[in-house]
């Protein structure tokens, strides 16, 4: 089980090099991209803010994107608060790690000692590697120049569609991601940079909420 979550840890913090790269020819600094990657910690939100920085959309329009997308942590905290058990400060030191890795490698676990192993080992070797190859990444993008001349520019588009493939195996997941796309299609020759990535995560919301609800402390692993 280690091995799995060191394993995912790995591929996930070696992505890194992408988003420093792309973020400094988006141009934030070194130094930006290094606390952006320390402070927000979720890929797709960081992905979306220096996307929409380099469309030239303005910093809020580019906030704003990151944090719709960035609100499904919240959900995911809701859904294994119950199944890892911390309280008071323990749950808030562990809630930087709470992402779409480590909520994965912690429901797929039997019991909750191995959900926390599976939780922690994910998410630290993340958040170790990630940051780090921010790092590299960004060192090196500032050292190629022009993200254009490479084809950076286009990692932004590469870098969602590669999260969100695993995803399309669901058919509910494929009908929003194509109504979404299609709405964000429509929208780019009429409104700002910016405006399109939030209608997209408009969809995903709205389908979301008329989801049936279920009470996490109702699921088997809150009982446990």
């Not at 030239?56 to 905290?77: C, E, F, K, V, W």
Request: proline share 5%; net charge positive.
């Amino acid at each position: 089980m280690v091995r799995d979550s060191l394993g995912v840890g790995l591929a996930t913090g070696l992505y890194g090099a992408s988003f420093g790269a792309v973020a400094v020819g988006s141009g934030l600094s070194v130094a930006q991209t290094c606390v952006l990657s320390l402070v927000m910690f979720t890929g797709a939100s960081q992905f979306a803010l220096v996307g929409v920085l380099a469309g030239g959309g303005t910093p809020l329009a580019s906030a704003m994107a990151a944090l719709l997308l960035g609100s499904r942590n919240t959900l995911y905290g809701l859904r294994i608060g119950p199944l890892l058990g911390w309280r008071g400060s323990r749950r808030l030191a562990v809630a930087q790690l709470v992402i779409d890795e480590s909520t994965a490698m912690s429901l797929t676990r039997p019991d909750r000692s191995l959900a926390r192993v599976g939780f922690l080992t994910t998410g630290l070797s993340i958040f170790v590697l990630w940051n780090l190859f921010t790092l590299v990444g960004a060192v090196a993008g500032e050292a190629l120049g022009d993200p254009e001349s490479y084809g950076l520019d286009a990692a932004v588009g590469a870098a969602f569609l590669g999260l969100l493939w695993p995803r399309l195996t669901d058919p509910v997941n494929r009908g929003v991601a194509l109504a979404a796309a299609a709405l964000a299609l429509a929208l780019v020759p009429v409104t700002s940079p910016g405006i399109p990535v939030l209608a997209a995560g408009g969809v995903a919301l709205l389908v979301g909420s008329r989801s049936r609800h279920v009470d996490p402390t109702e699921l088997p692993e809150a009982r446990r």
